[in-house]
């Protein structure tokens, strides 16, 4: 006879959540700078193949009103850890550099990794951080500057502060900011580097083409591989895997793979080079959709593929160099069929590709049109492992199991908000096909300038404030309609005047 307080501990666990061996594994694949327009899967016009990526479509749900929190990468990453808006803390706009930093996410503030592993998961993140962290210099001072003179004063036997160690993961290798861009070029294995820079960037030795100009003449560690980081973090995050199905295969795990492609440059591994018919950026596709395609096959050869829910997204939409260029040079269009690019307010600056799959759940070869962010992702899974959120977490994300599963008979989000390149300064918000932007132009790149000039669109109320458009009509957003619908307009800013009063875009958990 089993004793109460066995009984009493089963259901707890049998209402509370799943038990471990049941929990999924969880493997997030977060590309940087894939728009939606790059995937085949998505645009039937791009000139890239991406079979990997178009077989996980097949196998999975294609969301295709999926949008990044942010119009570039930091204030996204920020909100797909914690669930909240970047806008919301202080320095919610910055993008990092270098040394940049102190970490955005606030000490104790509950995060994804932080949840799972309440949760009873193992956590890993492999990759691109970006989200601050902090470097201090001889004398012990933290350093919180990204100049090229800053990432010089760095003490590299001292350990990094704020860190995904500090946020939830157990471990960690990747780089502090964009990997093959801002001026520290080393792995971060756990809080330390290991092999620090020893002299200067060699840029004379890299590719020379429009796609590997954005490439700063920062410091070098010897075994930093320009042209292959995106395959040694494969390799981590396989290795990690592997280790973790040999040590506890009782136990799920939680592997985020942020990748460097597609972010410029361009530099796409040897054995990728010229493989496609759209040159050095098509090349970098290519690679990212090999990387996502062995890192199914590992679940396979692990024989875990039908226990792992898999996640792909995009952090922002395309840069401006590699839409303007694979435009007019392959007829390729990373932000089709969208207005804007990376940085803007506009669809093609934050409408990106989501990819779930979780064999058994979720219908193979299904899609999606309801309203999804990147900051969903955190009350979703809670409510997949039965996590608890806390009135103080998760503020902006909504559950989107319902729709996962088929069972969705209404929109999840009654809204969705948006930052663009100026944070808090360049907010916009979407209410079914409604989209009003708080501010005048693109809130990001700069149409006079002579690249990009000839993708800009006559003002139709030049004189507006804000701008409103119709998606269900003008799914380019060519005409402003603040003017023709001035109620609307107001009602829509209104609530977004709520949303930054409250704290919040979702309702506060019940007590």
Same mark, same amino acid.
């Given at each position: 006879?089993?004793?109460?307080?066995?009984?009493?501990?089963?259901?707890?666990?049998?209402?509370?959540?799943?038990?471990?061996?049941?929990?999924?594994?969880?493997?997030?694949?977060?590309?940087?700078?894939?728009?939606?327009?790059?995937?085949?899967?998505?645009?039937?016009?791009?000139?890239?193949?991406?079979?990997?990526?178009?077989?996980?479509?097949?196998?999975?749900?294609?969301?295709?009103?999926?949008? /990044?929190?942010?119009?570039?990468?930091?204030? /996204?990453?920020?909100?797909?850890?914690?669930?909240?808006?970047?806008?919301?803390?202080?320095?919610?706009?910055?993008?990092?550099?270098?040394?940049?930093?102190?970490?955005?996410?606030?000490?104790?503030?509950?995060?994804?990794?932080?949840?799972?592993?309440?949760?009873?998961?193992?956590?890993?993140?492999?990759?691109?951080?970006?989200?601050?962290?902090?470097?201090?210099?001889?004398?012990?001072?933290?350093?919180?500057?990204?100049?090229?003179?800053?990432?010089?004063?760095?003490?590299?036997?001292?350990?990094?502060?704020?860190?995904?160690?500090?946020?939830?993961?157990?471990?960690?290798?990747?780089?502090?900011?964009?990997?093959?861009?801002?001026?520290?070029?080393?792995?971060?294995?756990?809080?330390?580097?290991?092999?620090?820079?020893?002299?200067?960037?060699?840029?004379?030795?890299?590719?020379?083409?429009?796609?590997?100009?954005?490439?700063?003449?920062?410091?070098?560690?010897?075994?930093?591989?320009?042209?292959?980081?995106?395959?040694?973090?494969?390799?981590?995050?396989?290795?990690?895997?592997?280790?973790?199905?040999? /040590?506890?295969?009782?136990?799920?795990?939680?592997?985020?793979?942020?990748?460097?492609?597609?972010?410029?440059? /361009?530099f796409a591994a040897p054995e990728f080079q010229n493989k496609t018919q759209a040159g050095p950026h098509g090349d970098f596709i290519a690679e990212l959709d090999h990387i996502v395609g062995a890192l199914l096959q590992e679940l396979e050869k692990l024989g875990i593929a039908d226990k792992t829910i898999v996640l792909l997204s995009s952090d922002n939409g395309p840069e401006t160099t590699s839409v303007v260029h694979m435009r007019s040079d392959y007829d390729h269009d990373g932000a089709r069929p969208w207005r804007g690019m990376k940085r803007d307010a506009w669809e093609g600056g934050h409408r990106v590709p989501l990819i779930i799959r979780w064999p058994g759940h979720v219908k193979s070869g299904s899609t999606s049109d309801q309203l999804a962010s990147l900051t969903d992702v955190m009350a979703t899974l809670a409510a997949i492992t039965g996590a608890k959120l806390p009135i103080n977490a998760a503020e902006d994300s909504f559950n989107l199991l319902p729709v996962l599963e088929g069972k969705a008979t209404a929109p999840v989000r009654p809204c969705l908000l948006m930052q663009a390149f100026g944070g808090q300064r360049t907010l916009s918000i979407r209410r079914a096909n409604w989209k009003y932007i708080d501010h005048r132009s693109s809130g990001g790149n700069n149409y006079t300038s002579p690249e990009l000039q000839p993708f800009a669109l006559p003002e139709i109320a030049p004189e507006a404030p804000g701008q409103l458009y119709d998606l269900a009509s003008d799914p380019g957003e060519t005409t402003n309609l603040y003017f023709k619908h001035p109620e609307i307009a107001a009602e829509l800013k209104a609530l977004l005047e709520q949303s930054k009063r409250e704290g919040r875009s979702t309702t506060p958990p019940q007590p």
């Open positions: 006879m089993k004793s109460p307080g066995l009984i009493f501990t089963l259901i707890t666990l049998g209402c509370g959540s799943m038990l471990a061996a049941e929990l999924p594994n969880v493997l997030l694949i977060l590309a940087d700078d894939l728009g939606y327009g790059d995937l085949r899967c998505y645009n039937a016009q791009s000139k890239v193949p991406t079979p990997n990526i178009d077989r996980l479509a097949r196998e999975g749900m294609r969301f295709t009103d999926a949008h /990044s929190p942010a119009t570039v990468c930091t204030p /996204s990453r920020y909100s797909l850890m914690t669930g909240q808006m970047a806008f919301r803390v202080p320095g919610g706009g910055t993008v990092f550099q270098g040394a940049g930093g102190p970490s955005l996410i606030a000490p104790g503030r509950l995060t994804l990794p932080s949840m799972l592993k309440r949760q009873g998961y193992a956590t890993a993140a492999v990759g691109k951080w970006h989200v601050g962290l902090t470097f201090r210099d001889s004398l012990g001072e933290a350093i919180h500057q990204g100049r090229l003179e800053d990432v010089r004063r760095i003490d590299f036997t001292r350990r990094i502060e704020g860190g995904p160690l500090d946020h939830g993961f157990e471990r960690f290798f990747g780089t502090a900011c964009c990997p093959t861009t801002d001026w520290l070029y080393a792995f971060i294995d756990g809080d330390h580097i290991p092999v620090p820079p020893q002299g200067p960037l060699d840029r004379s030795k890299l590719p020379k083409h429009p796609y590997a100009n954005d490439c700063r003449g920062g410091i070098i560690a010897p075994d930093f591989p320009m042209q292959e980081v995106d395959l040694l973090f494969l390799k981590k995050s396989r290795e990690f895997m592997q280790e973790h199905m040999r /040590s506890a295969p009782e136990k799920p795990f939680f592997l985020y793979h942020a990748a460097q492609a597609v972010h410029l440059p /361009s």
